[in-house]
């Protein structure tokens, strides 16, 4: 889902200013990253940053940003290198409309999955960041 939106500075501060020799990113995106987050600790968690260069876009460009070493969060950039995924994530860079596929099938699983009704299991939100 990072295909879409922003992050935030607060969020790959640790990334930036304590870099762990097995995360790569690429010297290019580590500057632009430092740019856009010039402190370790952010003023305010209003800072954002695009996660990809679509981010208004669903499609597959974050896969190949992170192909790329241009990966915001250190957990996406682990996915290209883990053997376990990196597979995937060539193929969902060079694959558009399978990652499309892949995609809304998950989605679709965790909708159906543990759904709060209202009952006494939870509350449908009137307004999804505020409890009513």
Sequence with gaps: SHTLGVGHCINIADRLYEPKGD????????????????????????????N????????????????????????????????RTSAIVAHFAGNQEHFFQAFSSAFLKLSYHGVLTGDSEGEIRRQCNQVN
């Design 52 to 83: 990809d260069l679509t981010p208004t876009l669903f499609d597959n460009q974050y896969f190949r940003n992170i192909l790329a070493g241009r990966a915001p969060f250190t957990i996406d950039s682990r996915i290209a290198t883990d053997p």
């Design 23 to 50: 995360d790569y990113m690429s010297s290019n995106y580590g500057a632009y990253l430092s740019f856009m987050c010039p402190t370790r600790v952010p003023l305010t968690n209003l800072t954002a940053l695009p």
